[in-house]
Structures are given as C-alpha cells and as structure tokens.
C-alpha cells in the first residue's frame, strides 16, 4: 500500500476540469478591472470576478469545438452584504441561437453565518458550443454587484 498526505486546501483534484483558458472565450456584461473574469476561470487564480455595475449580469463561454460536459462548479462568496442572489446556468449546442436552461438556484448571502455558495452539478450535455451563467445578485432590485469566486467544467 502506498500513502500520501495531501493538503486539505487541494484535496479536490483540480487536473480533471477543462482548460477553459486554452478551450473558451469568455464574453461578459461587466468587469471590476480589480476583479476580471480570468481569475474566476483559471485554476491559481485568486480574488474571483466582480461586475463593475450593479444588477443582472452574463457570463458566456463560446467553444470553438463542441464539448461534453459532465460537471459544472460555481463558487460565490459575499461578505459584507447581506442579500438574495439567483444565478441560471444554461447550455447551447448551437452556438447560441437556442438554449436550455440547466439549473436555476437561489441563495441567501448573509455576511453573519451565509457567504459562502459552492454547487457542483452533475450533467450530461454533448455538444455544447455555448455556457452561460446568469447572475441576478439582489432578487430584491437592490445595487449589489454580481461576482463570482469560480467556475469550473469538467
């Protein structure tokens, strides 16, 4: 038998998701210049993304080559404003002309107990040319900023 002590912070092995830097490219409604998408994206990266305008918010990956997906993780962390977000995560697999919706959670952010939202879904999607993720960061019509700790696809 081999054993091998690992870091808690890496237990999660991070070498199976995609490489959505060398495989997507990414449009976004908006963007913090202190918190671009990149570092919500790519694996190492720190800080997350953060819309620079308050209000619903899109974040759409477009590949080139069609992708099966078995797994999608989003992370969001809110610490200082206590609010209701909802995000819909919706798949095409014809470039964007039609989509269907995959999943569409809400959650209460709560700097007192509730920052912390990570979903990891299950899927089972082949062909898929186009990913969004929509960000509704105040149900309540409120001027949060939608952000983002990670996304990852597998």
Same mark, same amino acid.
């Given at each position: ?35 671009? %998408? !990149?570092? =919500?994206?790519?694996?190492? $990266?720190?800080?997350?993304? /953060? #819309? ?5 918010? @899109?974040? *759409? ?15 969001? %962390? !809110?610490? =200082?404003?206590?609010?209701? $977000?909802?995000?819909?995560? /919706? #798949? ?5 002309? @039609?989509? *269907? ?54």
């Amino acid at each position: 038998m081999r054993k091998k002590i690992i870091d808690p912070a890496h237990a999660v092995d991070q070498s199976d998701w995609l490489d959505l830097e060398a495989l997507a490219e990414v449009e976004i409604t908006s963007e913090d210049a202190a918190h671009p %998408i !990149e570092a =919500a994206l790519i694996p190492g $990266q720190v800080g997350g993304w /953060r #819309a620079a305008t308050p209000g619903e918010q @899109t974040i *759409r990956l477009s590949f080139a080559v069609p992708q099966a997906l078995k797994r999608v993780r989003v992370e969001f %962390i !809110e610490l =200082a404003v206590a609010r209701s $977000q909802e995000y819909l995560l /919706r #798949a095409s697999e014809d470039a964007g002309v @039609t989509f *269907r919706d995959i999943v569409r959670q809400q959650w209460n952010f709560s700097p007192q107990g509730g920052s912390h939202e990570a979903e990891e879904h299950e899927v089972n999607l082949a062909g898929v040319t186009v990913l969004e993720l929509v960000i509704t960061p105040d149900r309540d019509g409120g001027g949060a900023h939608a952000s983002l700790d990670k996304l990852r696809l597998r």
